[in-house]
């Protein structure tokens, strides 16, 4: 028979788990063409439900708080099912395609930024809070070091483990969270 204590205790400790953020939450990238290099660190995703005036929005945000590379990819709609997603020039339409930013180096040592231009997001497995998969993008930009040159090509290739945002457990508690 558990006391009162234990129960209490248990319970909290079932609170702490589903409220701490996942430890295996990461990426892991690398670019080749006009900029080599390889990057890892936190990966997240969030969603937005429709409003009256917007249509749903989803992101997967690999690297926000890394020195190394940021990228985001992000899509109108609602978090996509398990498959394979275009990756094109964002068009602000309700296209399924997801578009995407590349930000090399940091905020305080920039090496270039990049946007994507072609490719492909596979989204290998979700489950509530997480979602696995991996990407291949295509990207033009620009290198620190030469602003000027705005067509300079780069390729990513990358792995991800993303966990849902405070976003949807705020939303979920509201019941606006969309289904997963």
Do not use: C
């Not at 995703?45 to 997967?60: E, H, Q, R």
């Not at 020195?67 to 997603?85: C, D, K, T």
């Not at 094109?88 to 930000?103: C, K, L, R, Y």
């Amino acid at each position: 028979m558990l006391h009162q204590p234990s129960i209490l205790g248990l319970s909290a400790a079932m609170l702490l788990a589903v409220s701490s953020p996942a430890n295996d939450a990461q990426f892991v990238l690398s670019s080749s063409g006009a900029l080599r290099m390889t990057a890892s660190g936190h990966a997240e995703y969030g969603a937005l439900p429709p409003t009256t005036d917007l249509p749903a929005a989803f992101s997967i945000t690999l690297g926000a708080q890394s020195e190394g590379a940021l990228v985001l990819m992000q899509r109108v709609g609602s978090i996509p099912l398990a498959g394979r997603y275009a990756v094109s020039e964002w068009t602000g339409n309700d296209s399924a395609d997801f578009s995407a930013v590349f930000v090399a180096g940091s905020p305080a040592e920039p090496v270039g930024v990049f946007r994507g231009k072609s490719g492909v997001v596979t989204i290998t497995a979700t489950r509530p809070g997480r979602i696995e998969g991996k990407f291949r993008i295509e990207a033009r930009g620009f290198l620190a070091s030469a602003p000027e040159k705005e067509d300079v090509k780069v390729t990513l290739h990358g792995t991800f483990i993303a966990t849902g945002d405070r976003t949807l457990a705020v939303l979920d508690r509201l019941e606006l969270a969309p289904p997963l």
